[in-house]
């Protein structure tokens, strides 16, 4: 059984040109997270998705940050004009179905470099 | 104060010792907690999940939540080399699915 997968695992993106990370959740899993991890900080919160619907997206900056996970396909995380404080590692999780408190695998993450 | 607080360490134990981690959280609608194992450089693995008071044990490792106190701790018995990693505790309140990290301990289990 197939964990979170992300990709890419490394991107280098220069100042202005735009990132796009991809997650596929969990064979079963239809609630997708993304946290992002600066480096020497902690992991933050961004974004909750589920299919067609951002149901969360406090933690994502409101400027050229956006967020999709469509019928079909991965979930999207796309930065715009990226600047160097963007370089993190930014992580998906995944959850099942279900209001129950259900616990959140992640990724393998995709570490951002901005140039 | 931070949501969830936890000492940055390192906690430095030897092999085949009690580790013991703990961490505190401001928000007393919080009903999920976990910790997550992170080796430097990999994603978190999720080790134990807990939401009603008392201990939760699974193998080496032992979960206790005292949400009164709104305290959170992990034990790890007989520890090895292999769980030396960062601990993360993280909290999800009530209301939402977010998990809110602390900022992790360091833990390094000595040969």
């Known amino acids: 059984n197939a964990g979170v997968m992300q990709n890419p695992r490394h991107l280098v993106r220069r100042r202005g040109q735009e990132a796009r990370l991809r997650c596929s959740p969990m064979?079963?899993?239809?609630?997708v997270y993304w946290y992002r991890q600066l480096p020497e900080e902690g992991l933050k919160f961004m974004v909750y998705?589920?299919?067609?619907?951002?149901?969360?997206e406090s933690g994502m900056p409101k400027e050229r940050f956006s967020a999709e996970f469509p019928k079909e396909g991965p979930s999207i995380l796309r930065i715009q004009q990226v600047v160097r404080g963007d370089s993190a590692a930014y992580f998906c999780?995944?959850?099942?179905?279900?209001?129950?408190?259900?616990?959140?695998?992640f990724g393998p993450g995709t570490r951002l470099t901005v140039t | 104060q931070k949501e969830v607080e936890q000492n940055s360490g390192p906690l430095s134990v030897p092999e085949g010792a009690i580790a013991s981690l703990n961490c505190t959280y401001s928000?007393?609608?919080?009903?999920?907690f976990f910790w997550y194992r992170q080796y430097s450089g990999k994603s978190p693995e999720l080790i134990m999940s807990?939401?009603?008071?008392g201990d939760k044990e699974d193998g080496r490792f032992t979960a206790q939540l005292n949400k009164a106190s709104q305290y959170v701790s992990l034990l790890i018995r007989d520890s090895q080399p292999s769980d030396s990693a960062t601990y993360l505790c993280?909290?999800?309140?009530?209301?939402?699915?977010?998990?809110?990290f602390g900022g992790g301990t360091r833990l390094m289990v000595k040969p």
């Open positions: 928000d007393r609608g919080s009903q999920s």
């Open positions: 998705l589920q299919k067609e619907n951002i149901i969360d």
């Open positions: 993280a909290v999800k309140r009530d209301a939402g699915n977010m998990l809110t």
């Open positions: 064979k079963g899993h239809s609630h």
């Open positions: 999780a995944s959850s099942p179905p279900g209001t129950v408190p259900s616990e959140q695998y």
């Open positions: 807990i939401y009603s008071n």
